[in-house]
């Protein structure tokens, strides 16, 4: 096997356990000192749930000043990131700690990362301009298991003009990752199924993009295994630590993976398919793969047999181009398996929309995705994909 040059990145700090929530103090006194004011930025329901008050007691008790900014919605606005930098300004913060999904941790990020700038979010958009070399200290708590956030250099976040865009760059990454399954429990089946479904995308589409490489699949492919294995019992048995401990530990790991990969078609046309539809994110990118993992293996079938094989395909008295084959069948039923609903009419989208959702998929702020993927998507090629995900029941 010859080996393709590649680079791989260092990794956010993660720290794990059950009931680990209870030294976040201790986390943040190492980090920026005794007695520091932190910005806490916490989805609103977890506000209300009165999970961010816990967590803001655990910091009082440490003699940490803590400010509380609860305006995250899911696909943040710039304008919310804008108003999160100038709380922690306001606030004095030296630290800022982002306690939720995806949105609410990338929020959190990405305000630390300007908080000691003026420019707002939207310079940043699409990694335009360069991030401030000095932002503030940053510590992620994921309540779900997906997106990955807390170990990747990215935001995503939507513009000014409603456009869903990323920031990027090393000013991103968190100071701590801290995975405590216990904060994932209260996550609902669905959006359990859905968000998990989501970091098996993500560990998917890195070990088989233009950029996958040998040490990278170590991270993907265990990532896979972790979901296989894992999610399904997560999403029956919602008070299972163990199972909600592996998807923790899986998305974390999933998102180490597409920080020194990327991501492709899945992400390129789930976000345009969140745009037009407001899809969940880990649905979206789930149904998108889902209609075009035979296309991708057919440009790869060794690097798709890997992901077969991960999934529990068998690969034994089957070449390679046959195993990869099975990868599509088999995460179809996978995530039928979970209860992810395929089919997009409750969503008020239908075939007619195809041609709209390539368009969008098309749009320059999904060119990096698009390059990415393991084939060269043209117009024709998203049009014929963006039909399937549609027509899928």
């Known amino acids: 096997m010859s080996f393709v040059p590649f680079s791989f990145g260092p990794t956010t700090r993660v720290a794990f356990g059950v009931d680990r929530t209870a030294r976040l103090g201790k986390d943040v006194t190492a980090l920026v000192g005794e007695g520091a004011a932190v910005l806490l930025v916490a989805d609103p329901g977890i506000a209300k749930a009165g999970l961010a008050g816990e967590v803001e007691q655990v910091l009082t008790k440490a003699g940490c000043k803590v400010g509380l900014f609860t305006d995250v ?171 909600r401990g592996g998807m923790q530990i899986a998305a974390a790991l999933a998102g180490v993976a597409i920080d020194n990969s990327g991501t492709g078609i899945a992400h390129a046309m789930g976000h345009a398919l969140g745009a037009i539809g407001h899809v969940h994110h880990g649905r979206a990118v789930g149904l998108c793969l889902r209609a075009a993992l035979d296309w991708n293996a057919e440009a790869d079938p060794t690097r798709h047999a890997w992901v077969a094989e ?48 390539a368009t969008v998929t098309m749009a320059p702020e999904n060119k990096a995705m698009r390059d990415a993927n393991i084939r060269e998507i043209q117009p024709e090629d998203a049009e014929r994909i963006a039909a399937n995900v549609l027509n899928a029941a």
């Open 310 to 357: 991960a999934m529990g395909v068998p690969a034994e008295g089957r070449t390679v181009e046959e195993t990869a084959r099975e990868l599509a069948p088999a995460f179809d039923r996978f995530l039928r398996d979970v209860g992810l609903p395929i089919s997009l009419a409750g969503d008020g989208l239908s075939a007619a929309d195809a041609s709209r959702l």
């Open 73 to 243: 919605r899911s696909d943040p606005l710039g304008s919310q990131v804008d108003g999160a930098a100038e709380a922690a300004r306001s606030l004095g913060a030296k630290a800022v700690i982002g306690l939720g999904g995806g949105s609410t941790l990338d929020t959190a990020k990405f305000a630390a990362a300007i908080a000691t700038a003026e420019k707002p979010a939207d310079h940043y958009g699409l990694a335009v301009n360069p991030l401030p070399p000095r932002g503030l200290a940053k510590i992620c708590l994921p309540t779900t298991a997906g997106t990955g956030s807390e170990t990747t250099r990215v935001s995503v976040f939507t513009n000014g003009t409603d456009e869903k865009v990323w920031a990027w760059g090393d000013e991103l990454r968190a100071d701590l990752a801290l995975l405590d399954p216990k904060l994932t429990v209260g996550l609902p089946p669905l959006l359990t199924a859905a968000t998990g479904v989501d970091a098996l995308v993500h560990a998917i589409e890195a070990a088989t993009i233009r950029r996958a490489n040998v040490m990278n699949d170590s991270v993907c492919l265990q990532a896979i295994r972790l979901v296989v294995r894992h999610l399904k019992r997560a999403v029956e048995a919602p008070d299972d630590l163990a199972a």
